[in-house]
Nanobody, 113 residues
């Protein structure tokens, strides 16, 4: 069973929206989040959500992106609005458990100008 299964990436014009989903096989986690990596750049944090529901965002996405979770589906979402070309990257889901950290396979988000 795949620990994390991501979906929802694609090509969108600047100003558009996308929603990424990350379905987890394990429901008990400390924190889950989304990271992204653009070509030639390091992977960076986008947003995280704790088991208790506290959220954290990178300054570059505050006010545009929203992370949320559906505990009944073991799924975390990233709603991305007002997308910019600089948001283009591979987006990775991340799940931190007590003894191990999982990464998804990544989903490509491309924002055209």
């Amino acid at each position: 069973q795949v620990p994390l299964a991501e979906s929802g990436g694609g090509l969108v014009q600047a100003g558009g929206s996308l929603r990424l989903s990350c379905a987890a096989s394990r429901s008990i986690f400390i924190i889950m989040g989304w990271y992204r990596q653009a070509p030639g750049k390091q992977r960076e944090l986008v947003a995280t959500i704790t088991r208790g529901g506290s959220t954290n965002y990178a300054d570059s996405v505050k006010g545009r992106f929203t992370i949320s979770r559906d505990n009944t589906k073991n799924t975390v979402y990233l709603q991305m609005n007002s997308l910019k070309p600089e948001d283009t990257a591979v987006y990775y889901c991340n799940q931190v458990l007590s003894t191990i950290t999982y990464w998804g396979q990544g989903t490509q988000v491309t924002v055209s100008s």
